[in-house]
T-cell receptor, first 123, second 106 residues
Framework: EVQLVESGGGLVQPGGSLRLSCAASGFTFSDHYMDWVRQAPGKGLEWVGRTRDKPNSYTTEYAASVKGRFTVSRDDSKNSLYLQMNRLRTEDTAVYYCAREGSVVAGGAFDLWGRGTLITVSS | SYELTQPLSVSVALGQTARITCGGNNIGSKNVHWYQRKPGQAPVLVIYRDSHRPSGIPERFSGSNSGNTATLTISRAQAGDEAAYYC?????????FGGGTKLTVL
């Protein structure tokens, strides 16, 4: 089955760190750029960041709100995507989704999403 | 930074046509993608590159994009279409989402 499954969510104090994982299956993970998207309670979708593929040197991009605090990485040998979150703030509280960028034909659309994992930043 | 504007809510009678707009400066020059988000479920891509439907998405879903407005059209609306809908574009290697529109089917 083609799917993405996130894990690693939970409660963390402000200023703390957390690492999310996303396990991919059913498709060739290494062929795709991969992204993280979040949704805070009562808010809309917000893009967090992305990692490109090996031919593009696994380069990354980030939203301004997380740049310098969050790091997106991947391990193609494990079909896994990661999000290292440092210096967490209360406003980082959200459900975090792993999302696959489709082929070039898809024009950068996210054609597969995980079910998400909840991060709560609170003292 | 680039911004996308969506109406907070749209209502449509069962079986009628719903239109959800997404406004942005010269959005017609960008590829617009649309997602459906039901409570407790992962978002689902319903339209990519302005007007293309992924496999498995009903023909009732269509899209257009011109000038400063992209539009998602849902024909013959069903109760199961009730959800939040988000438009999305890429701008300078970053992703921009619209604020989302809650579709209510009456």
């Amino acid at each position: 089955e083609v799917q993405l499954v996130e894990s690693g969510g939970g409660l963390v104090q402000p200023g703390g760190s957390l690492r999310l994982s996303c396990a991919a299956s059913g498709f060739t993970f290494s062929d795709h750029y991969m992204d993280w998207v979040r949704q805070a309670p009562g808010k809309g979708l917000e893009w967090v960041g992305r990692t490109r593929d090996k031919p593009n040197s696994y380069t990354t991009e980030y939203a301004a709100s997380v740049k310098g605090r969050f790091t997106v990485s991947r391990d193609d040998s494990k079909n896994s995507l990661y999000l290292q979150m440092n210096r967490l703030r209360t406003e980082d509280t959200a459900v975090y989704y792993c999302a696959r960028e489709g082929s070039v034909v898809a024009g950068g659309a996210f054609d597969l999403w995980g079910r998400g994992t909840l991060i709560t930043v609170s003292s | 930074s680039y911004e996308l504007t969506q109406p907070l809510s749209v209502s449509v009678a069962l079986g009628q046509t719903a239109r959800i707009t997404c406004g942005g400066n010269n959005i017609g020059s960008k590829n617009v993608h649309w997602y459906q988000r039901k409570p407790g479920q992962a978002p689902v891509l319903v339209i990519y590159r302005d007007s293309h439907r992924p496999s498995g998405i009903p023909e009732r879903f269509s899209g257009s994009n011109s000038g400063n407005t992209a539009t998602l059209t849902i024909s013959r609306a069903q109760a199961g279409d009730e959800a939040a809908y988000y438009c999305q574009v890429w701008d300078s290697s970053t992703v921009v989402f619209g604020g989302g529109t809650k579709l209510t089917v009456l």
